[in-house]
């Protein structure tokens, strides 16, 4: 069983910033990438970020240059800090784990950018 849990969204200004953490738990021992997705209002849920174990990072074009993915490896935690954010970043951001061609997710947290 696998437990992942997210926090740290919220409401935020226009421009503003959001550190998102994911933290899984349970029975994890090969874990291979972990990822940020998002789906907003009436759209398909989107990659945004991942980490695979060897450390390397994707971004979806979107986001390059405003949002860093990061990785604790020792703890199987997972971070998201969101930089100069825009009101089409607001969606509900979820965490994936991946282990043994099983995919694990979090119940999400809510982002809106607003002013």
């Known amino acids: 069983q696998v437990q992942v849990e997210e926090s740290g969204g919220g409401l935020v200004q226009p421009g503003g910033s959001l550190r998102l953490s994911c933290h899984a738990s349970?029975?994890?021992?090969?874990?291979?990438?972990m990822g940020w997705h998002r789906q907003a209002p009436g759209k398909q849920r989107e990659l945004v970020a991942s980490?695979?174990?060897?450390?390397?990072?994707n971004y979806a074009d979107s986001v390059k240059g405003r949002f860093t993915v990061s990785r604790d490896n020792d703890d199987y935690k997972l971070y998201l800090q969101m930089d100069n954010l825009i009101p089409e970043d607001t969606a509900l951001y979820s965490c994936?784990?991946?282990?043994?061609?099983?995919?694990?997710w979090g119940q999400g947290t809510q982002v809106v950018v607003s002013s």
């Open positions: 349970g029975r994890l021992w090969d874990v291979g990438s």
């Open positions: 994936a784990v991946f282990q043994r061609g099983r995919l694990y």
């Open positions: 980490v695979i174990s060897g450390g390397r990072t």
